[in-house]
């Protein structure tokens, strides 16, 4: 059996919060779609060759990241399961979302915010870590887990991916 993933990452960095733009609405500087690409590169070593399923918060910046990362791994984006929810979300939130994967699907991408990336790790993880723009990590679930059945302190951080 394969061992099952979860990748939570980071959006990219964005333009500066301003009084004439929604939070929500920001997009990704240049700066930002260069990182993101790089880490996207580095993520390949890291995928397995099982069914994936992306999801992404609908805030520009995170599903322009989620874009990026989707074009360099070959993902069709029309096939992103796009998540309102995890914009401004708990770590609880985003896990519900993903316990909702079915249970044929080997991995998973996760593209949203913090704290709430942040502290979903730290809790399924039992980590201490503060994700930065554009990084991710990889989560390992347990030998004959499904993404239904994680929740706190049931996965392994594997790695943090960062330029």
Same mark, same amino acid.
Not at 110 to 122: E, K, M, Q
Not at 152 to 163: A, D, R
């Given at each position: 059996?394969?061992v099952k993933k979860l990748f939570l990452i980071r959006h990219g960095?964005?333009?500066?919060?301003?009084?004439?733009?929604?939070?929500?609405?920001?997009?990704?500087?240049?700066?930002?779609?260069?990182?993101?690409?790089?880490?996207? +590169?580095? !993520?390949?070593?890291?995928? *397995?060759? #099982?069914?994936?399923q992306v999801v992404s918060s609908t805030a520009n910046r995170a599903?322009?990241?989620?874009?990026?990362?989707?074009?360099?791994?070959?993902?069709?984006?029309?096939?992103?399961?796009?998540?309102?929810?995890?914009?401004?979300?708990?770590?609880?939130?985003?896990?519900?979302?993903?316990?909702?994967?079915?249970?044929?699907?080997? +991995?998973? !991408?996760?593209?949203?915010? *913090?704290? #709430?990336?942040?502290?979903?790790?730290?809790?399924?993880?039992?980590?201490?870590?503060?994700?930065?723009?554009?990084?991710?990590?990889?989560?390992?679930?347990p030998e004959n887990f499904n993404f239904s059945e994680i929740s706190?302190?049931?996965?392994?951080?594997?790695?943090?991916?960062?330029?």
């Open positions: 059996m394969t960095k964005a333009e500066e919060h301003s009084f004439l733009k929604k939070d929500y609405d920001r997009n990704l500087i240049e700066k930002g779609q260069k990182r993101t690409a790089l880490i996207a +590169q580095k !993520l390949i070593a890291h995928l *397995n060759s #099982g069914k994936t599903l322009q990241t989620a874009r990026i990362f989707c074009d360099v791994i070959h993902y069709p984006q029309q096939d992103i399961q796009l998540e309102k929810g995890i914009y401004e979300a708990y770590y609880s939130d985003i896990l519900r979302v993903i316990n909702t994967i079915p249970d044929d699907v080997e +991995q998973v !991408l996760v593209f949203g915010h *913090n704290p #709430g990336l942040s502290d979903l790790t730290n809790y399924l993880c039992h980590s201490s870590i503060d994700l930065k723009t554009s990084h991710a990590v990889e989560i390992i679930l706190g302190g049931t996965c392994h951080l594997q790695t943090v991916i960062t330029e």
